[in-house]
Nanobody, 124 residues
């Protein structure tokens, strides 16, 4: 079983930056496709960013392109989401997700495991 723990959420002013971390338990983390999702109160959970197992492939939803960067450190079983130029609409719970069975180094994920989430609040 894969366990995911997000951290790094908090309060940030519009235009500011925040980095989220997701620590994974799996011994084969380097094989996992990973993703970040977010969910605002009363809203549907939406995709934010994805990264392939090697880190060589990334994909972002249009609203965060140029502002957010997903990355990973396979030696430390960690995936990151660097969030710059934040906007009030970025306010949401952010969730890390893992697909341990993805086609090798595919950016696409059919996520089977989820973290508990970390809250990001952006003030205007």
């Amino acid at each position: 079983q894969v366990q995911l723990v997000e951290s790094g959420g908090g309060l940030v002013q519009a235009g500011g930056s925040l980095r989220l971390s997701c620590a994974a338990s799996g011994r084969t983390f380097s094989r996992y496709s990973m993703g970040w999702f977010r969910q605002a109160p009363g809203k549907e959970r939406k995709f934010v960013a994805a990264i392939s197992s090697s880190g060589g492939g990334t994909y972002y939803t249009d609203s965060v392109k140029g502002r957010f960067t997903i990355s990973r450190d396979n030696a430390n079983n960690t995936v990151y989401l660097q969030m710059n130029s934040q906007k009030p609409d970025d306010t949401a719970g952010y969730y890390c997700a893992a697909d341990p069975y993805a086609i090798y180094d595919s950016v696409y994920g059919e996520y089977d495991y989820w973290g508990q989430g970390t809250q990001v609040t952006d003030s205007s």
